[in-house]
């Protein structure tokens, strides 16, 4: 069955760096035919979008408030996915879950339809 594992998460202070990594595995065929996405869900607030990036990696797409901190990218090789988090917030803090889509879900919106979710890693920004 497919499965999204995410990892990298952990505890960092303000302005400090983390690499999160999503690893597609039990995948049937390849997940180069997948757009994928990450989200995040703060304590008490609902799921939004982070970063979305297309099947080939040629497009990627970001909420506003993480544009020119976080990048997304992927390594289709690896069948595996990453969000590289820079200049972290306190309310960057949040469970981040990555998530796949068809080809063409990928929107600046995000993820338009979904077929499979992560179960998230946890971020914690300390002042």
């Known amino acids: 069955q497919e499965q999204l594992v995410e990892s990298g998460g952990g505890l960092v202070q303000a302005g400090g760096s983390l690499r999160l990594s999503c690893v597609a595995s039990?995948?049937?065929?390849?997940?180069?035919?997948?757009?994928m996405g990450w989200y995040r869900q703060a304590p008490g607030k609902e799921r939004v979008f982070v970063a979305g990036?297309?099947?080939?990696?040629?497009?990627?797409y970001y909420a506003d408030f993480v544009k020119g901190r976080f990048t997304i990218s992927r390594d289709n090789a690896k069948a595996t996915l990453y969000l590289q988090l820079n200049n972290l917030k306190l309310e960057d803090t949040a469970i981040y879950v990555c998530?796949?889509?068809?080809?063409?879900?990928?929107?600046?919106?995000?993820?338009?339809?979904?077929?499979?979710w992560g179960r998230g890693t946890q971020v914690t920004v300390s002042s």
């Open positions: 039990e995948w049937t065929g390849s997940i180069n035919s997948y757009d």
């Open positions: 998530a796949s889509g068809p080809p063409g879900a990928a929107t600046v919106q995000g993820l338009t339809k979904t077929d499979y």
């Open positions: 990036i297309t099947w080939d990696g040629g497009s990627s």
